[in-house]
């Protein structure tokens, strides 16, 4: 079975840093290159960040360009988000996905980010 | 980096026809077959409808279609059904190699 499992969602103070994961099982991983996509409370899917399938390369929005790091263990079959200098406006669930050439298949079942005082 | 356009809500009887509309720019949308449909209900993750304008994924319904025209993508909804009422969302790559999302579209059944 496809599946992505995401992890190390959490409740963090402005200014903090958090570390997400992403799972990967039941596809060839170290082939698809991997994105972060965030969706605030009742609003849209915004897209974060991707990396390229073996992590030479990395692309991210400019509203976390600078904060956020995307990187990959495809030992472990794993994706992940350091995420620094959160903000409120960082607030969201966030999915991981897979992008096997232009579209997002695999998603995750995403994990909570809380940013608050 | 800004969000594709799409209308807030859209409406239909069981049976009928609606069409989304997504429309974007020369840098995204118009600039490249890369465009992606996803349809998300309440407390779900997103499941991709459409992708490369107007091809289906195995195991999606034959009643969605799209299509382009210039900055402009579509989806297409026949035989509207109470089970497609959800959330739809665009997606296209970009000419900066990032993608951008619609600013997504509330389907209702009537």
């Known amino acids: 079975e496809v599946q992505l499992v995401e992890s190390g969602g959490g409740l963090v103070q402005p200014g903090g840093s958090l570390r997400l994961s992403c799972a990967a099982s039941?596809?060839?991983?170290?082939?698809?290159?991997m994105h972060w996509v965030r969706q605030a409370p009742g609003e849209g899917l915004v897209w974060v960040a991707r990396i390229t399938h073996d992590g030479s390369g990395a692309n991210y929005a400019d509203s976390v360009n600078g904060r956020f790091i995307i990187s990959r263990d495809n030992a472990k079959n794993t994706l992940y988000l350091q995420m620094n200098s959160l903000t409120v406006e960082d607030t969201a669930l966030y999915y991981c996905?897979?992008?096997?050439?232009?579209?997002?298949?695999?998603w995750g079942q995403g994990t909570l980010v809380t940013v608050s005082s | 980096q800004s969000a594709l356009t799409q209308p807030a809500s859209v409406s239909g009887s069981p049976g009928q026809s609606i069409t989304i509309s997504c429309t974007g720019t020369?840098?995204?949308?118009?600039?490249?077959?890369?465009v992606s449909w996803y349809q998300q209900h309440p407390g779900k993750a997103p499941k991709l409808m459409i992708y490369d304008v107007s091809n289906r994924p195995s195991g999606v319904s034959i009643r969605f279609s799209g299509s382009k025209s210039g900055n402009t993508a579509s989806l297409i909804i026949s035989g509207l059904q109470a089970e497609d009422e959800a959330d739809y969302y665009c997606?296209?790559?970009?000419?900066?190699?990032?993608?951008?999302f619609g600013t997504g579209t509330k389907v209702t059944v009537l």
């Open positions: 020369s840098s995204d949308i118009g600039g490249y077959n890369y």
């Open positions: 039941g596809f060839s991983f170290s082939n698809y290159w």
């Open positions: 996905a897979g992008v096997p050439v232009t579209w997002f298949d695999p």
């Open positions: 997606s296209s790559f970009t000419s900066s190699h990032t993608y951008v």
